[in-house]
């Protein structure tokens, strides 16, 4: 397993919940690293990604609300959510883009 993540669980609306995608060191360095989510009946899509430089991007919807920091000492990127929604309800995924490497998924479900 290139990409070892976790974190996810039950929540209440509002709620927080951090995300965590650990590497090895040479993943770690050469990629942009990403969260993607798949929720119930719809596509795989971005929620945020981080370059080795530090420079976040974010979807929109989660704009405001979740932050994706990259610890390289640790070799971790992590997404913290914050107030979240049950339309945040889904599969997280992280992403080493350049390796296309993914994470094997944690379930996030965000109740009302």
């Known amino acids: 397993v290139q990409l070892q993540a976790s974190g996810g669980g039950l929540v209440q609306a509002g709620g927080s919940l951090r995300l965590s995608c650990a590497a090895s060191?040479?993943?770690?360095?050469?990629?942009?690293m990403g969260w993607y989510r798949r929720a119930p009946g719809k596509q795989r899509e971005l929620v945020a990604t981080?370059?080795?430089?530090?420079?976040?991007n974010y979807a929109d919807s989660v704009k405001g609300r979740f932050t994706i920091p990259r610890d390289n000492a640790k070799n971790t990127v992590y997404l913290q959510m914050n107030s979240l929604e049950p339309e945040d309800t889904a599969v997280y995924y992280c992403?080493?883009?350049?390796?296309?490497?993914w994470g094997q998924g944690t379930l996030v479900t965000v109740s009302s």
């Open positions: 981080i370059t080795i430089r530090g420079s976040p």
């Open positions: 060191a040479r993943i770690f360095s050469l990629n942009t």
């Open positions: 992403n080493a883009d350049r390796n296309n490497f």
